[in-house]
């Protein structure tokens, strides 16, 4: 019990003298997650992914969504994707990833 106080006190320690330590992982990690795009094709607007630093060609909206639900809300709302017909939101199950 007693080293596990003293690890504990001197990771503290270095992390408040050098704070950029405890950072580090952080940006080295990547997002695993993906973005979603909106992206008009001719009529018609359909949901492609992408990254966050390159937007697809024919991207409608300033920002990509999060996840594909919220990328199909979007979509019945944006005036260009007006008769864009889109399936149903899935319902997320607990226990499903």
């Given at each position: 019990?007693?080293?596990?106080?003293?690890?504990?006190?001197?990771?503290?320690?270095?992390?408040?003298?050098c704070?950029?330590?405890?950072?580090?992982?952080?940006?080295?990690?990547?997002?695993?997650?993906?973005?979603?795009?909106?992206?008009?094709k001719?009529?018609?607007?359909?949901?492609?992914?992408?990254?966050?630093?390159?937007?697809?060609?024919?991207?409608?909206?300033?920002?990509?969504?999060?996840?594909?639900?919220?990328?199909?809300?979007?979509i019945?709302k944006l005036?260009?994707?007006?008769?864009?017909?889109?399936?149903?939101?899935?319902?997320?199950?607990?226990?499903?990833s």
């Amino acid at each position: 019990m007693r080293h596990a106080r003293t690890v504990l006190l001197l990771c503290g320690i270095a992390l408040l003298i050098c704070p950029a330590i405890g950072d580090a992982q952080f940006a080295t990690q990547k997002k695993k997650s993906k973005n979603y795009y909106i992206v008009r094709k001719g009529d018609q607007c359909t949901i492609q992914t992408g990254q966050f630093e390159e937007k697809p060609e024919g991207a409608v909206g300033d920002a990509p969504y999060a996840t594909k639900n919220y990328a199909k809300s979007a979509i019945e709302k944006l005036p260009e994707c007006k008769g864009t017909k889109v399936e149903p939101n899935e319902k997320h199950k607990k226990g499903d990833s």
